[in-house]
């Protein structure tokens, strides 16, 4: 074969590839007749036609940068895009080379050109549907899937959701594989046809999770290859709650048909039963399946248009339901039988199985009718009743009270409803007595106890109360009822004699009782605290004289004065009580040394000392202190108190108006004491006492003008006990009263032995105590005693001291006048020794003064004593009193007496005192009387 330029031309011309030349003008010279074809031209209609002819503008100005490239002689392989004659772009590829001259002159360039179009439309393609499911992903939640079998080629960003994992990692996986079992060979199968419509499949994403998915499915080319595109929806939410909605529906109806009420759905424009529970048919005594179709109206009683026993009709629920409330009525339905049965009707509007209903409840309310019309019986003799009553709820909440609890709270109803009892506390019950309330009543237990609770106006009532639990069928509790009744009179009353049992009536102080108890609880607190207490006893000096003086009267108001300073002078924390009598005790707690102690008994004594006014009057009084200390004196009520007596005695003892702590000795000596006075009870029983008599001598005549009654005890074991041991405990024991008037009788019945026996003429002197003076029944007690000796009062002369006197001469100045009136003479004995004027001696009816023997004694040795005699005797004689020298023991004294012209002497000088017997045959001794 010959290679000519024939050769080549016919090669070139028979090229499938096309064949362009161009000279350095860019003229076509040459086109073979494939490129030709491939534009849409002729040959001929190309040749000389511009190569910008062929471009569009891009491809002109990328052609004049290639065409630079040509001339500087470079060779090119590169894709190209030219216009076809109708104006669509051809996708080429092309080699181009440029031809120079033998002189190096580019003369023009030879192109290659291979039709790429088919290539490129596909690209295009893919572009453009990427991009479209790039816009498509950002509006659809679908899955799109390319895929040949189960390889996956190209999936959207929804798939990547639904499967749970990036778009490399999907793409990894084979897409049947992530089926599951069961839908592998139904979908394998069904890629067997062109189109698949969406179908059902299962599968699972790549972190495992069940996926419901819609499958549509379409085979397409793709390079040449037939592939899948799979559109993929995720209905797994959509089946779930699918499901759901169906279970509801089951439920549903299985809640209709198990409710406790009767349930009928009624068509919202026909009002006719559509559906029904079997206790709706029970209700109706009709059959379910008769029940539907009828209007649910026919059923109901009415009155005058109106449903029975709710005053309103039908139309007027069914418009409220439909207006999205849910009425509620009380009616009345007819039973088959007749019966009228009261029924609560509910109306709500609802949806079921995708139709609007109206859903009716009925409930057979005729057991809570009657519950209810009992209740208002009940309720209404709550009303009446007088007891308080209050229900609350399981959580306390007041329910319900009634009127009398309203009355006695002052509070209005509804600021008590939906409070709790709280409301009523005054705070005087602590924690442990509401524990113990809440305990009892959660247990299921009534609690009873009186309450102590406030009115609206702050102030206390007491409460007698019973809190019951009240419980359902299943015994669970639901309410709690109180029932109560005021006590508050009772309590006060009881308050107030409890008051009076324990408080002493006079002076509202705490009495004895009390007094024992706060002293014992005292004791506990200072045993467990290892504290020091006190305690002070005390009466007021004399107080038995103020009384007797001033009347009791007088006497009460100032035990209350006394009362109310001490009361204002102690601390809150001690205890002032009257014991009795003039008798007070004070307990001080807690006491840091006795120098405290001290200290409030001098306050104690100043306050007493204070001078106070009654009765018109300033009354000076004192008081005795007897002070015991625990634990010192005594670790127990009994032995402290008695301690502290005795120190009060000892104080008297010392001359009164001071304290005195208790000391160990003392109470020798009050037992001693303690023991004289029992043995004073028996000698007046046991006659024990006996009299003896001393003679009073006449210095003028030197006879015998009378005796002195002395009294004498005469102890079975300790003999004979001088007046001076026991009279003053007879004095302050009272025995000096019934003693005193044995006295008179003994010595009246001796002076008659002494008459009888010839002893005429005798002057009797009695010694009077300032009891007797003031004993009302003195004068008497004396009369009957003369009478039943038949005696004058003339014979007898009451000896009464100085002392004495000068403290109650002034009160029983009536007495003793009385007495004077009577015929009785008074003496004043131990004159002298009370300081008291004559002056003040000459108011009262007194004839004789004895002059004490302390001054007769010093006769001789004292002058001033002496000159006190001279004067006394002088000075009496001066005002008409007779005179009396007692205790003369000499004749010295006898000579001074008689040189002072003194009347009469008494002493040992003549006689020692003797027995009533002995005085028969006394007979004054003339030595004792010399001339
Ligand atoms: N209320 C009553 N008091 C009475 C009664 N009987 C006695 N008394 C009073 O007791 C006091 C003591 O009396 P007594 O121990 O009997 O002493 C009397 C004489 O024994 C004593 N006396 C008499 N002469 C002398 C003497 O020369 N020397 C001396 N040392 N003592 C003597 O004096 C007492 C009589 O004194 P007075 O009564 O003051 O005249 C005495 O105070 C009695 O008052 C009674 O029944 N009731």
């Not at 033998?102 to 360039?109: D, H, T």
Request: a negative charge; glycine letters at 6%; one cysteine or more.
């Amino acid at each position: 074969m010959e290679y000519n330029e024939k050769f080549f031309e016919q090669l070139v011309h028979s090229a499938r590839s096309g064949i362009w030349v161009i000279d350095e003008h860019c003229r076509t010279t040459y086109v073979n007749p494939s490129m030709a074809e491939m534009l849409g031209y002729t040959v001929e209609q190309m040749l000389n036609k511009h190569l910008f002819e062929f471009l569009d503008e891009n491809g002109i100005e990328r052609a004049k940068i290639n065409l630079a490239r040509r001339r500087e002689g470079q060779e090119e392989q590169r894709e190209s895009v030219f216009i076809h004659k109708e104006g669509f772009a051809v996708y080429t590829n092309l080699v181009t080379w440029p031809v120079f001259d033998e002189q190096g002159q580019y003369r023009g360039a030879i192109a290659g050109v291979m039709d790429d179009s088919s290539r490129r439309g596909m690209l295009d393609e893919l572009a453009e549907a990427k991009e479209r499911l790039q816009v498509f992903d950002k509006v659809t939640v679908d899955g799109i899937l390319i895929h040949q079998g189960g390889h996956i080629i190209e999936l959207n960003d929804a798939c990547c959701r639904i499967f749970e994992g990036s778009r490399k990692e999907i793409m990894t996986h084979d897409f049947t594989a992530m089926l599951l079992p069961e839908y592998k060979t139904l979908v394998i199968q069904a890629m067997h046809y062109d189109t698949v419509e969406k179908f059902e499949v299962k599968a699972r994403s790549l972190t495992g999770k069940l996926l419901i998915l819609e499958l549509s499915s379409k085979r397409m080319h793709y390079r040449g290859d037939l592939v899948r595109v799979s559109v993929l929806r995720d209905v797994t939410q959509y089946k779930q709650t699918q499901t759901a909605l169906e279970q509801i529906e089951l439920t549903n109806q299985a809640l209709i048909e198990n409710a406790p009420e009767a349930i009928v759905l009624l068509d919202r424009k026909s009002l006719q039963i559509l559906h029904a529970n079997s206790k709706a048919g029970s209700l109706f005594g009709i059959s379910v399946h008769r029940l539907l179709g009828h209007s649910l109206e026919s059923f109901i009683i009415k009155h005058d248009g109106k449903l029975a026993g709710a005053g309103r009709t039908f139309d007027n629920l069914v418009q409220q339901a439909l207006s999205c409330l849910a009425p509620l009525a009380e009616i009345k339905i007819q039973h088959q039988s007749g019966t009228a049965i009261d029924c609560e009707l509910r109306l709500v509007s609802i949806q079921w199985q995708g139709a609007s209903l109206l859903r009716v409840s009925l409930l057979d309310i005729r057991s809570r009718k009657r519950a209810q019309d009992k209740m208002k019986q009940l309720s209404s003799a709550l009303e009446q009743s007088a007891d308080l009553v209050m229900i609350t709820d399981k959580n306390g909440i007041i329910e319900y009270v009634n009127h009398a609890l309203l009355s006695v709270t002052g509070y209005q109803l509804e600021e008590v409803i939906g409070q709790t009892p709280a409301l009523f506390k005054s705070k005087q019950h602590n924690s442990a007595f509401m524990k113990k309330l809440w305990k009892q009543i959660l247990a299921g237990h009534s609690f009873r106890d009186v309450f102590v609770n406030q009115n609206k106006d702050g102030s206390v009532f007491y409460e007698e109360k019973t809190i019951t639990p009240l419980k359902n069928e299943e015994g669970e509790i639901t309410h709690f009822v109180s029932t109560g009744k005021d006590i508050t009179e009772r309590m006060e009353f009881q308050a107030n004699l409890h008051h009076l049992a324990f408080h002493d009536s006079l002076t509202n102080l705490p009495n004895r009782a009390l007094f024992n108890d706060r002293l014992k609880s005292s004791l506990q607190t200072a045993k467990r605290y290892r504290q020091k207490i006190a305690l002070l006893f005390f009466d007021i000096d004399h107080f038995k004289r103020i009384n007797d003086s001033l009347g009791h009267e007088v006497g009460d108001l100032l035990l209350k004065q006394v009362s109310k300073k001490l009361q204002q002078r102690l601390r809150g924390s001690d205890t002032v009580a009257r014991l009795g009598g003039d008798e007070f005790a004070v307990i001080l707690n807690n006491v840091k040394d006795d120098e405290s102690i001290r200290q409030t008994a001098s306050e104690i004594i100043e306050l007493i000392n204070q001078p106070i006014k009654l009765a018109e009057r300033e009354l000076f009084i004192t008081t005795s202190i007897g002070i015991a200390v625990y634990p010192a004196d005594g670790d127990d009520s009994l032995t402290l108190l008695k301690n502290a007596d005795v120190a009060m005695y000892r104080a008297k003892a010392q001359g009164r108006n001071a304290f005195m702590f208790y000391q160990q000795e003392m109470n020798a000596h009050a037992f001693e004491l303690l023991t004289l006075e029992s043995e004073l009870h028996r000698a007046l029983q046991q006659q024990e006492f006996c009299l003896q008599y001393q003679p009073k001598i006449c210095l003028r005549t030197g006879k015998m003008t009378g005796v002195e009654a002395l009294l004498r005890w005469q102890h079975p074991e300790k003999g004979m006990i001088a007046p001076d041991k026991f009279v003053p405990l007879l004095e302050e024991s009272g025995l000096i009263l019934p003693v005193g008037q044995w006295v008179i009788e003994q010595a009246l019945k001796d002076y008659r032995f002494w008459q009888s026996h010839g002893l005429f003429n005798l002057n009797l002197a009695i010694n009077l105590s300032p009891a007797q003076l003031k004993d009302l029944k003195f004068i008497e007690t004396l009369q009957s005693a003369l009478a039943k000796y038949k005696l004058p009062m003339q014979c007898v002369e009451l000896e009464i001291t100085e002392h004495t006197m000068m403290i109650h001469g002034e009160n029983s100045f009536l007495l003793m006048e009385q007495l004077r009136q009577l015929g009785t003479h008074f003496s004043i004995d131990d004159f002298g020794t009370g300081y008291s004027s004559l002056a003040y001696l000459k108011k009262l009816p007194v004839e004789t003064i004895k002059i004490d023997r302390s001054f007769i004694r010093d006769i001789g040795v004292e002058v001033e004593d002496e000159i006190i005699v001279k004067t006394v005797i002088a000075m009496a004689k001066s005002l008409g009193y007779q005179v009396v020298a007692e205790g003369v023991e000499n004749l010295k004294q006898v000579d001074f007496l008689r040189a002072l012209d003194c009347d009469v002497a008494q002493g040992f000088l003549f006689s020692r005192p003797l027995s009533a017997l002995d005085i028969l045959q006394y007979q004054v001794q003339p030595e004792t009387l010399p001339h």
